[in-house]
């Protein structure tokens, strides 16, 4: 079956831009998480998205955001871009069943986002 | 909050050589994962761990969840060209839910 889906995978804006990044995730998962990924800071959870609704989220400010629709593809959007915000943003997808066990999370390969 | 320590940060070995590398965290986890990134790529998951002492492997590849449940640790033996790439361990922040905390990983380097 297919895996995580990520576009577009290479992006360059400037500063002060927004962007908007898209993940669809593998066939008949429900979750969908993001994360940033900073040669500084490593692997940092942004979000998490389950059935449209946001269910975990990580210590990133209020520019970083995100959604869900209704056929488990998820958005995530950053508004006034700063340099700092130069990462490779991947997602990750699982069924997500509510209070299971942690479950394997399959990762995409990410879009590389570059802010002049 | 939570964090991992990830320790060798880089590896320079020979081809055929094992490899170790380990994982440190200042609290309990219940769950250890092991995952491996190619260039180019997301992570992929190598090995998870979910009882304290447990020993699991996967082909040449061994991962140990440690007694005290703050650490793990992640063992390649006879190391292969493909092995090259960074080697993160993760943990659920919160237990049940899909949102990892990673270590820094380890840069595995090998010459042929």
């Known amino acids: 079956k297919a895996g995580v889906t990520q576009t577009p995978r290479y992006l360059i804006k400037t500063r002060g831009q927004q962007v908007t990044l898209s993940c669809s995730p593998i066939s008949g998962h429900r979750s969908v998480s993001w994360y940033q990924q900073t040669p500084g800071q490593g692997l940092q959870f942004l979000f998490e998205?389950?059935?449209?609704?946001?269910?975990n989220k990580g210590n990133f400010p209020g520019r970083f955001s995100g959604r869900q629709f209704s056929n488990s593809r998820s958005e995530m959007n950053v508004s006034t871009l700063e340099l700092g915000d130069s990462a490779l943003y991947l997602c990750?997808?699982?069924?997500?069943?509510?209070?299971?066990?942690?479950?394997?999370?399959?990762f995409g390969p990410g879009t590389r986002l570059l802010v002049l | 909050g939570q964090q991992l320590n990830q320790s060798p940060q880089s590896m320079f070995i020979q081809e055929g050589e094992d490899v170790s590398m380990n994982c440190t965290s200042s609290s309990i986890f219940n769950t250890w994962l092991w995952y491996k990134q190619d260039p180019g790529e997301g992570p992929v998951l190598l090995i998870a761990l979910y009882k304290a002492g447990e020993l699991t492997s996967n082909g040449r590849l061994t991962a140990q969840f440690g007694i005290t449940r703050k650490d793990s640790f992640l063992n390649i033996s006879a190391s292969i060209p493909s092995d090259v790439g960074i080697y993160f361990c993760a943990g659920p922040i919160i237990q049940g839910a899909q949102k990892l905390v990673f270590g820094q990983g380890t840069r595995l380097t090998i010459n042929p």
């Open positions: 998205y389950f059935s449209e609704t946001q269910r």
């Open positions: 990750a997808s699982s069924f997500g069943f509510a209070g299971g066990a942690l479950e394997t999370q399959y």
